[in-house]
């Protein structure tokens, strides 16, 4: 009889990674099915080559902006091959930490094939049975490339296969002004193509509160981007390959274009697993189905990352790996909260969030907000743009936060802290930070309420006599 294994992970992304080598490190006996190189969307297409094009083009920004410092600017040369060439070196770099090779030395056994449900307890691996305790569906996401007439035939790009590019486009059509999107847009730009960026929406970065789209709008056209808001693209004639591709923009404005970059979001992969053999079903936009626990329909498998669509980001995914390893081998009963969670847009400036941040219909949250023109450290940067909000709730506890700027990336977890904690602004504005520190932008905020409320006519009603009253007895 062959081997059952405690847990079998199919899908070699981040939240199979991690409870792979989760299970495994505890003792358990653990198998991983995937076809291609373990690291997932992160690895080759998502964060990591994102993150270096970004830092190269953000060397770009700085030569091209150097007056703002007194330095004498120049326009960088672009030698785009070269940039590509040291994307691949931060993937290979990165990629041991993910490879068969550290797998299998944690103790996992790696199939390399397609594995789909042939019943319960059985998985096919490309025509071996895999017998297991408990399973984990961690098969990722790809991206969606709408059916705009014309589109698919026009060859575009995703957040995949953009990283084949060779050379740098010079005329560069976006659509979908989401983090992806708005992220990959600044990036080309300063690299040096022409950017058009269209967005579907009313405004860019939906997820978060208009102020923030708003300036990041106003930052993206600044660097000479072509931006178009609750704008939708009807059509595209003729194709990369060929050279005469346009773009046509709610049925009448036509963009000339050398590429098309397609990043509206992405469709979980469930197609291949034959999930009705084992009774576990999808959510109406196709994710796997799981309850708080992040079990599915069936008690015996469970499911993370971006194949539930719950918070798309590589953290999440991590968290929903660790959380599989203690609910699934030993019926632990421990949630996934995704409403704490922070996420970060690396557009410059940056956006982070975390928690409830959108007032709008929820009558309860009070928004204190600090301008980032005066907070000194942002200010000796030479760009003293963006801000914080912070939103607390009837009892002025502090339920979620928003940060536009430098290290808001970084500037947020302290904030999740303080969500978590349940702290109020009081707790926030107490706490002492160096100064001159990104850190002290949410500080500020803080304490900007706290002044209001203690500086005021109300209390020095109260300390007035008081102060009176002290000095006649506190005399020298």
């Known amino acids: ?73 120049v326009e960088p040369e672009i030698d785009f091959a070269a ?45 071996q049975t895999v017998h297991y305790r408990k399973a984990m569906i961690a098969t990722g996401a790809s991206p969606i490339v709408p059916g705009i007439p014309g589109l698919r035939e026009s060859n575009p790009l995703t957040s995949d296969s953009v990283w084949e590019l060779t050379e740098l486009p010079k005329r560069l059509v976006v659509i979908g002004g989401g983090a992806i999107g708005s992220e990959l847009s600044q990036a080309f730009r300063r690299l040096g193509s022409e950017v058009t960026l269209v967005e579907a929406l009313p405004r860019l970065l939906n997820t978060v509160g ?36 346009v773009v046509i923009v709610n049925d009448e404005i036509r963009v000339e274009a050398d590429q098309v970059l397609v990043a509206v979001g992405r469709r979980p992969n469930t197609a291949n697993l034959d999930l009705n053999a084992v009774g576990v079903e999808l959510t109406e936009r196709g994710h796997v189905q799981v309850d708080d626990k992040l079990e599915t329909t069936n008690d015996h498998i469970y499911a993370g990352g971006d194949v539930i669509g719950k918070m798309p980001f590589t953290h999440t995914a991590g968290m929903h790996g660790s959380l599989v390893v203690s609910n699934a081998l030993f019926g632990l009963r421990r949630n996934a909260d995704h409403e704490r969670i922070p ?25 204190s907000h600090f301008d980032y023109e005066q907070l000194d450290r942002q200010v000796t940067t030479g760009d003293p743009v963006g801000f914080v909000d912070l939103f607390t709730d009837s009892r002025g506890r502090l339920v979620g936060a928003t940060v536009v700027g430098e290290t808001a990336g970084e500037t947020i977890n302290e904030m999740t802290a303080r969500v978590l904690a349940g702290d109020k602004l009081r707790d926030i504005g107490q706490m002492v930070r160096p100064y001159p520190t990104f850190a002290e932008g949410p500080a500020k905020a803080a304490n900007e309420v706290l002044r209001d409320q203690f500086f005021s006519d109300r209390v020095r009603k109260f300390t007035r006599p008081v102060l009176s009253l002290l000095r006649k007895i506190d005399k020298p």
């Open 1 to 73: 009889m062959s081997k059952q294994y405690d847990l079998v992970v199919i899908g070699g992304g981040t939240a199979g990674l991690v409870a792979a080598h989760g299970a495994a490190g505890i003792g358990a006996s653990v198998a991983m099915i995937e076809p291609n190189h373990p690291g997932g969307d992160c690895l080759w297409h998502g964060c990591v080559p994102s993150k270096r094009l970004l830092a190269a083009a953000h060397a770009a920004h700085v030569m091209r902006t150097a007056g703002k410092h007194g330095i004498t600017p």
């Open 83 to 127: 940039v590509m060439t040291h994307i691949r070196s931060a993937q290979n770099h990165i990629a041991h930490h993910d490879s068969v090779e550290r797998l299998e030395n944690a103790g996992v056994d790696v199939i390399p094939a397609m594995g789909k449900f042939i019943g319960e307890g059985e998985i096919d691996a490309g025509g």
């Open 210 to 245: 208009a102020n923030v789209g708003e300036l990041i709008v106003k930052r993206f056209e600044a660097e000479g981007m072509n931006v178009m808001e609750d704008a939708k693209v009807t059509g595209v004639e003729g194709s990369a390959s060929t050279g005469d591709l």
């Open 343 to 367: 996420f970060a847009i690396f557009t410059d400036p940056e956006v982070a969030s975390v928690g409830r941040i959108t007032p709008e219909g929820d009558e309860e949250l009070t928004v």
